[in-house]
């Protein structure tokens, strides 16, 4: 008998309708300490992001990006180093590598480049990083909800997906 696999809770994107749905990647090095700033300084910014900690942002892929879509999203933000900052030295490089591939694959699916967006923040630079979630959950405010409606479904392991077969 198959396992269901429950979807991370990190991809539930249960908001209210009326705002954008973003997911906000996060390097852990570089990004997540201008994160940690905000905080202090208790600058606000926008609540419909939805921020997911990776330990380096050379770890995002297509796969990833395309199914913060699937699940919801109206719009990805990506939050890493800057160049030549990077904790594994390649992060940021690999990132914007992905994030060419994966603008084409959006163009080519109808959802438009514009929903994605890579941004080097300077390491602890609270200001800038409000600054640039804000802008960005603007430009998904007016780009409108994403095209792609979520659906639930069951998900299977794949190793035991034959035995449904």
Known sequence: MARKRKIPQEFRICRDESEPRIVGFVCNWGAYSGLEMAGVKKLKYAPSVQLIRL?????????LVLKAFEFGADGVLLLGCPSGSCHYEFGVDRAK????????MLNLLGLGSKRVHLVEVPLGDGDFLARRINTFEKRIREL???PIKYVPTQIVLADQAATLL
């Open 55 to 63: 330990m380096c942002l050379g770890r995002i892929n297509t796969g």
């Open 97 to 104: 590598e992905s994030v060419a591939q994966i603008k084409k």
């Open 144 to 146: 409108g909800p994403s």
